[in-house]
């Protein structure tokens, strides 16, 4: 057992990207006190942190046959450190939202509990599990609109839709990228129950929402926005669009879908948040 170890369950660059992401979604709209830009960093960084500790405890035993290096299978840490670091960072998190307003802390919750449930039991359930994780990752972008007031939350509300919608869709996909390895594993994904095709027609449908949705600060960005985020758009539908000719795994692996909407929904963001910045300027 190492600090090492406990500290790499909570996979820190993952989670201090989403609570830069959290601060970041609070500057562009609107929020100007440095302290509750920390605040907000801290919170969303200490409640990712904990999902991602949380969810490696109770993928212990499974670890230790596909993924032996990990902290817990290598023993570097254990599964009850885990627990007690997951709640120590978990009650940080919510501490941290308590000063950012009457939304925030409710928002905590809500992550908190949907994280240990995850964990626990939706991961493995098909359709239920890819929504809670294109809903926890869109949300990180809701902590930083609430943590301003209402009128802000809204503006950050159409990114966190592109990025539930695109999640989903690149979730759905990685489901079908991994059929072989679920099994083995015992879990049961949507595209293991509906077939590759049927799962791939969704993950395109949810990209043309992503799209759509992505469209919708157009009306108070204008045609620069909508001329980058038309390009970034194609990008992502044919990306989805390459799903629907697979038939099985290995041609969806081989397509390399996942890894290019993970690219074009990179893009996506970038372009929300230079549209954001270069508007809160010129106004």
Not at 60 to 77: L, V, W
Not at 228 to 254: N, R, Y
Request: glycine letters at 8%; one cysteine or more; hydrophobic letters at 55%.
């Amino acid at each position: 057992m190492s600090a090492a170890g406990y500290f790499k369950i909570t996979r820190p660059g993952n989670a201090a990207a989403a609570g830069a992401a959290a601060a970041l979604a609070f500057w562009i709209t609107g929020g100007t006190e440095w302290i509750s830009a920390l605040l907000l960093f801290c919170a969303v960084t200490s409640i990712c942190g904990a999902g991602n500790a949380v969810n490696d405890c109770f993928d212990a035993d499974i670890d230790r046959i596909n993924h032996p290096k990990r902290p817990i299978p290598s023993g570097k840490a254990t599964v009850a450190g885990g627990l007690i670091l997951t709640c120590i960072l978990f009650a940080a998190g919510f501490l941290c939202s308590l000063p950012l307003g009457p939304w925030c802390p409710w928002l905590a919750v809500v992550n908190i509990l949907l994280l240990i449930l995850y964990s626990t039991s939706f991961k493995r359930m098909p359709v239920i599990g890819n929504v809670c994780v294109a809903y926890l990752s869109g949300s990180v972008f809701l902590f930083g609109g609430m943590a301003v007031g209402a009128e802000s939350f809204l503006l950050t509300a159409p990114l966190f839709l592109v990025t539930f919608f695109a999640t989903l869709a690149r979730e759905i996909v990685k489901d079908a990228e991994n059929i072989k390895e679920d099994e083995t594993e015992g879990a049961y994904t949507f595209p293991m129950l509906a077939g590759i095709n049927t799962a791939g027609i969704t993950a395109f449908v949810c990209m043309i929402c992503a799209a759509g949705t992505a469209f919708i600060p157009v009306l108070y960005w204008g045609l620069p926005y909508a001329c980058f985020i038309s390009a970034v758009d194609v990008f992502l539908i044919t990306s989805a669009a390459k799903i629907l000719s697979c038939k099985t795994p290995e041609e969806v692996q081989a397509a390399k879908i996942s890894r290019t909407m993970k690219t074009g929904m990179f893009a996506a963001t970038l372009v929300f948040f230079v549209s954001a910045i270069l508007s809160r300027f010129l106004i």
